[in-house]
């Protein structure tokens, strides 16, 4: 079966500071990653979507990066976090039009 | 940017009511509209993948219809319980969009005793 892990679930950091985030998937191939957000008090933000390798497309100018170095591997980094990059972070994956399944999420406070 | 609208923003109901809110998306270019539930301290779950005009589809006392033509997807809670206490997420797929899902902002259902 399937199984999506992302880590760390809590993370302090300060501003100025670079970040990694990692999801990983297992029991597939070639599935669609994604990374959102849920800043407090509003919606699932869609950040990054990738359909392959190194094929990623950012749907909102921001201070994060996402790189996709292995087929079930999706990183979301920042070289310098700001305040305003705190939030709960969330990696899923699909495949086709089916539905997504969400890692247990990452809460990320910028101090 | 895909624009999705849920309607309303947040409900309060007391246990044993039923209700329902709304999904709006744009109709051109439709493939696919998915409906999620997010409890608190748990990440999404899916409710339903819909995919063709006039669908309906149904979970125990959770039902939901989807109207393609005119881009909107009703979700219904029959005898809600506190337990249905989350936040409803819609997304729709649209063709030529690679599968992406793009979520609304969401209902955030409270049931009350």
Partial sequence: ?111 | ILNVEQSPQSLHVQEGDSTNFTCSFPSSNFYALHWYRWETAKSPEALFVMTLNGDEKKKGRISATLNTKEGYSYLYIKGSQPEDSATYLCAPILTGGGNKLTFGTGTQLKVEL
């Fill in chain 1, 1 to 111: 079966s399937q199984t999506i892990h992302q880590w760390p679930a809590t993370l302090v950091q300060p501003v100025g500071s670079p970040l990694s985030l990692e999801c990983t998937v297992e029991g597939t191939s070639n599935p669609n990653l994604y990374w959102y957000r849920q800043a407090a008090g509003r919606g699932l933000q869609l950040l990054f979507y990738s359909i392959g390798i190194d094929q990623i497309s950012s749907e909102v100018p921001q201070n994060l990066s996402a790189s996709r170095p292995q087929d079930r591997q999706f990183i979301l980094s920042s070289k310098k976090l700001l305040l305003s990059d705190s939030g709960f972070y969330l990696c899923a994956w699909s495949f086709g039009g089916a539905e997504a399944f969400f890692g247990q999420g990452t809460r990320l406070t910028v101090v």
